[in-house]
């Protein structure tokens, strides 16, 4: 009988290191024997067109026939990756074993970003499929906090109260464990610092059969505090999972009737939840069946295709990635250390108005060691390439203050990388390759010599 493959579906670049964490934890889980050798992801070609389908090899289980990665697109909070144990592609009707969230980002970076904005995915996606096995994959590469923050524990026992697994981070199960009660949720909110004077802090409060959440959710002109949608989010359900049937009421949310839209994400999560929001109606959520959906769009699926191909068929690497849609990278210096890039050359100046103060950021860059170049890429869809190729010369910062700083031999190159159309050749000398919707292949006339040797040994690999 034939085995299932193993189907990734996902937003992001996928990162070997990540896929080797999720095909070990789907094997351990499984109780399935196998071997992961140097984990590669090849773009599968049939008649020298691609077919917009990824097979990981380097890996041995004699219960599963292939691994097989593709780019989906989520209508709204997508978790990185959904993982699927089955024969045929995923369709909509399908039912996923994992939902899986990827982060790079520590309690030492960023509290609010590291736990409560992805902790959000996590409440999210039980809409859609409520038994799913939920795990925050931490793929750090910058040294931990030692001691971390009262808001970062708190999160992290709320995400293990949802039953969500931590892997790849070093927690002390003395702090780390999920509540046991309600009660215990309120405690420990209330020992917590409170927000500065001016901000509304997140508080919540028990009486009766009643409990109030604060928590300000009104910005930019709407509700959009994303940091606060999802601690919100998070401390709701990990009420409502602790068996609490009564009123939560959030409350100093700072929002109008007007600012509540049916389409709004935390709207499906508070009628999900049975949740009100103080003095305001709440409106029906917009049906949306669908979770995700293929991604037939997007300028990533150019991108990633590169990035993947010189990855996995030269010695040229990227040394930053910043693919539409997807997590922004580090910076990797040329002694290995990972750096986050900086927004603005002079953030004061910027944000008193001078918007040139701002660093333009590729979407990825590659270094071709053999050549001694690094290569600057902005990619596009078709349609707007020429905003693309206006787009390359705002990258004059970016190569003083970091490329010429860490590689001060190598030669920057500017380049466009373009998806969609139908097009089977490019004319514009800026645009070094173009993936056509039909999954045509096309180098332009002055690609970068590492792009031409990756593209030859892909086809060779296929022919």
Known sequence: MKNNNLWILTEEKPKREVIA?????????????????????LP???????????EVVGFRCNKIERVLIKSVSGFSSFVDFLIFYQEKQPMQKDTPLYAVEETKTDDKESRNTGVYQRAFKFVFVEIYYPKIKKVMLYNLKIEQKEAPTATYIFGTKLLLT??????????????FKPFNSVDEVIAFKK??????????????????DKITISGRLFKSGGLAHDPNIGALSLISTAIRKLGWTGKIVITKHGLKQKHLQADNKFIKITNHLKLQIQKLVLPPSKEQDNY????TEGEKLGTIFIHLVVENFTKGFSIFENHAGCEKGYFITSKG??????????RKAYKAGNKNKIISIPDLILID???????????????FRQNGINKLKSFNDIEKTYIKKYYPKYKSIRTVILYGGTE????EIEVSFLLNKNGNLVLGIKAPVLFREAIKNLLDFWS
């Not at 599968?44 to 990824?54: R, W």
């Not at 409170?194 to 009766?208: D, Q, T, W």
């Not at 089977?424 to 004319?427: G, S, Y």
């Open 424 to 427: 089977n050749k490019v004319v």
């Open 292 to 295: 995700w959906k293929y991604e």
């Open 191 to 208: 020992k917590m610092r409170r927000a500065p004077k001016g901000n509304v802090s997140i508080l919540i409060k028990k009486n009766g």
């Open 337 to 346: 250390k990972h750096i986050p890039l900086e927004k603005y050359l002079d």
């Open 162 to 175: 949802l039953g969500v697994e931590i892997q790849d981070k070093k927690l002390d199960e003395e702090i």
């Open 369 to 383: 060691f053999d050549r001694s170049e690094v290569i600057n890429i902005e990619g596009k869809k078709y349609q």
């Open 21 to 41: 964490n999720i095909l070990m934890m789907f094997a351990k889980d499984n109780k399935f024997a196998c071997f992961i050798d140097t984990i590669r992801i």
């Open 44 to 54: 599968i070609l049939e008649k020298g067109k691609f077919t917009f389908l990824y």
